[in-house]
């Protein structure tokens, strides 16, 4: 499949902006991730407009965003390969409801990517659960 790259023109800030504030209502709503995000994500008011950069950064190539988001999800309690899977579902269902489906199928892309490195790096500072087996190739891939 030929995905679109990184570009301006894949999409508009305001394109973003919708998926980016309608994943995260349905995150808020899903009885399983919204307990998880309402429990850390003190300020959606706040939290919503940096989610925003950073998607933009990712799908437009602003450089907008600057932060860790590694190291924020390393160290929240309890997560589980099922609510990465959980996540990307979602993320996955409002994106195929965007107009501009070029972007929604980058955005899954890397969406993906992110839940999968993600769910990596929780597991090398959690240490509860091992790596799923899908993302075991993966890991060892880089390390030969």
């Not at 999409?11 to 709503?29: K, N």
């Not at 589980?80 to 892309?109: G, Y």
């Amino acid at each position: 499949m030929n995905l679109p790259k990184m570009s301006p023109d894949l999409c508009t800030e305001d394109e973003i902006t919708r998926l980016v504030h309608s994943f995260y209502s349905a995150v808020r709503q899903d009885p399983e991730l919204g307990p998880v995000f309402d429990r850390e994500v003190k300020d959606w008011d706040r939290h919503l407009p940096r989610m925003v950069d950073f998607w933009s950064s990712l799908l437009r190539g602003t450089v907008r965003y600057s932060g860790n988001p590694m190291l924020m999800h390393a160290r929240l309690p309890g997560l589980s390969d099922a609510l990465f899977q959980r996540w990307l579902r979602l993320f996955r269902e409002v994106s195929n409801q965007q107009p501009n489906q070029a972007m929604a199928l980058k955005a899954q892309d890397v969406a993906e990517r992110i839940a999968r490195s993600l769910w990596m790096g929780y597991q090398q500072v959690q240490s509860s659960e091992p790596v799923p087996t899908g993302f075991t190739s993966v890991a060892r891939a880089r390390k030969t």
